[in-house]
């Protein structure tokens, strides 16, 4: 199985701060990576498809890059609603697999 | 819109089998992957398998092989998912999904049922 690392398991950040979250994987995964946000509730959404594409409804604040094996997630201008969890998700290969989640908190 | 409703908690005894439940409506149940999504108490997200309801078709984690079977019934717009031979580390919420652009995306979700395993 593919192994999707996200180093940073929490990370503490201020209102209207730009907020980098990695990821990578065990081998290559040619783009095939979303984002998902998982508020303290337990509700959970899709933000970024494809490693670059936004899922419909989700504020421009939100974009995604990367290649190969490393892949992030960025957040300009953090909100307080952005206070979540996010996991990175592969879709290269069966079985789909996740990262281990970063939590975001406001400092 | 899109909407997946999943039953409620269960609390079931070690070595019993639970069935959970997600009705979709607000889309054609049939032409959608419904995927499911395990997550431990604190712990990450677990892909479990998914399930084609226009043909039964399934993909499933080899790690969740003889634990888990996921069935759809068309005419209700329900996906299933039943656990067997439970144990401690059955404990967790279980998420279904639905595909979005891809069959691997998921698009949606429903709002989790806990299935809490104890005598």
């Known amino acids: 199985d593919i192994q999707m690392t996200q180093t940073t398991s929490s990370l503490s950040a201020s209102l209207g701060d730009r907020v980098t979250i990695s990821c990578s994987a065990s081998q290559g995964i040619s783009n ?45 201008n953090l909100e307080p609603e952005d206070i979540a969890t996010y996991y990175c998700q592969q879709y290269s290969k069966l079985p789909w697999t996740f990262g281990g989640g970063t939590k975001l908190e406001i400092k | 819109q899109v909407q997946l409703q ?31 999504v395990k997550q431990r108490p604190g712990q990450g997200l677990e892909w479990i398998g998914q399930i084609y309801p226009g043909d ?13 079977t996921l069935t759809a019934d068309k ?24 595909e979005g652009i891809t069959t691997a995306t998921l698009a949606y979700w429903g709002q989790g049922t806990l299935v809490t395993v104890s005598a």
């Open chain 1, 32 to 76: 095939y990576l979303n984002w998902y946000q998982q508020k303290p509730d337990g509700t959970v959404k899709l933000l970024i498809y494809y490693t670059s594409s936004l899922h419909s409804g989700v504020p421009s604040r939100f974009s995604g890059s990367g290649s190969g094996t490393d892949y992030s997630l960025t957040i300009s």
């Open chain 2, 6 to 36: 999943q039953s409620g908690a269960e609390l079931v005894r070690p070595g019993s089998s639970v069935k959970i439940s997600c009705k979709a409506s607000g889309y054609a149940f049939s032409s959608y992957w419904m995927n499911w």
């Open chain 2, 56 to 68: 039964g078709d399934t993909n499933y984690n080899g790690k969740f092989k003889g634990k888990a």
């Open chain 2, 75 to 98: 005419s209700s717009s329900t996906a299933y998912m039943q656990l067997s031979s439970l144990t401690s580390e059955d404990s967790a919420v279980y998420f279904c999904a639905r």
